[in-house]
């Protein structure tokens, strides 16, 4: 029976998600094959969640009634930092201990919403044009004005949106730069696509990378904010009412994106289709997992219950 370590907690505003997240995880693993155990990363403080028991940093195990546990895997649910930004992988590497997401410089890589594109768009994937702001360097207005109304105005290494507004009209940008420069040093200024919105996961199972059928997204709110990710207040579709053509262009820029960026475990892409064409608005290396989340309902259109889906994970990641 092998020792998994669910990574779950963190530093950042989605620790509450992270949470959920762990113990969806912990409650569908299969257990007559796992014993998981939730660790809780906060800070340097790290501990086993049900029994507050401090995790040995000098080799990653537990002490728990005497036995000491050492783990075969670490399963990635701890969205944000210090674990989607690339920071805690380096760390695993050096003990041998492997982990179910992307290695650290793809993750904070695509943590990056700008260096994301910036690394894309050479490969002539579609893209929405945007500008990078930087804390206390001055802004050019005509470059934000070449964007056009409305943008969005979005932290450039933050999830969960987190910081992110719909702005309208000029008056309604220095609030929403002041709301985003609350989550990081830079900001990027996206132009707005009018279009349906969609996102598709991937993951590796036995070396070969399976594309999930496509969901489209329809929130009740101005985009998919906070609100609609995590309070119901979106309606998701999977598989989403697309032609066989769409689905198909959908899926192949999928696949083509996780290759391009190296990714390992499952990604979410998320995408804007304007007319025919899908363009990419952002990448996210540890999406949520709860049975509501969408991954967790794409894995279900394909066949997979989420037990089977997070143990064939592990095994990926174990091989």
Not at 167 to 193: C, H, I, N, Y
Request: net charge negative.
């Amino acid at each position: 029976m092998k020792n998994i370590a669910i990574l779950t907690g963190g530093d950042s505003e989605e620790r509450v998600i992270s949470l959920k997240s762990g113990r969806v995880v912990a409650d569908h693993l299969p257990a007559d094959r796992y014993r998981s155990f939730l660790i809780d990363i906060q800070k340097a403080d790290w501990r086993e969640l049900e029994t507050g028991v401090q995790v040995d940093k000098n080799d990653f195990s537990l002490t728990l009634g005497g036995e000491k546990i050492r783990f075969d895997c670490a399963f990635a649910a701890l969205h944000g930092s210090p674990l989607e930004d690339g920071k805690m992988q380096g760390y695993f590497e050096m003990l041998g201990i492997p982990y179910t997401c992307c290695d650290g410089y793809v993750s904070a890589l695509t943590m990056n919403k700008h260096n994301t594109k910036t690394q894309l768009a050479p490969h002539g994937i579609p893209l929405a044009k945007s500008v990078l702001l930087h804390r206390g360097q001055a802004v050019d207005p005509d470059k934000l004005r070449a964007l056009g109304l409305p943008v969005f105005v979005k932290p450039n290494t933050h999830g969960s949106s987190f910081g992110v507004s719909k702005v309208k009209t000029e008056a309604e940008l220095q609030p929403a730069l002041d709301e985003a420069w609350r989550f990081g040093d830079e900001v990027v200024v996206e132009s707005f696509m009018p279009g349906r919105e969609f996102a598709n996961g991937a993951f590796r199972h036995k070396g070969e990378i399976v594309v999930l059928p496509v969901t489209e997204i329809i929130p009740e709110t101005e985009f998919f904010d906070f609100a609609a990710k995590y309070e119901g207040k979106s309606q998701e579709v999977t598989p989403a009412d697309l032609t066989a053509d769409q689905t198909r262009q959908c899926q192949e820029r999928t696949r083509q994106i996780y290759k391009l960026l190296g990714c390992r475990g499952v990604v979410r892409f998320d995408y804007i289709l304007v007319g025919d064409t899908f363009h990419l608005l952002e990448a996210n290396t540890i999406p949520g997992i709860s049975p509501a989340s969408i991954v967790p309902q794409q894995a279900r259109a394909a066949g997979w219950e989420l037990g089977a889906f997070f143990a064939a994970l592990i095994e990926e990641a174990i091989l």
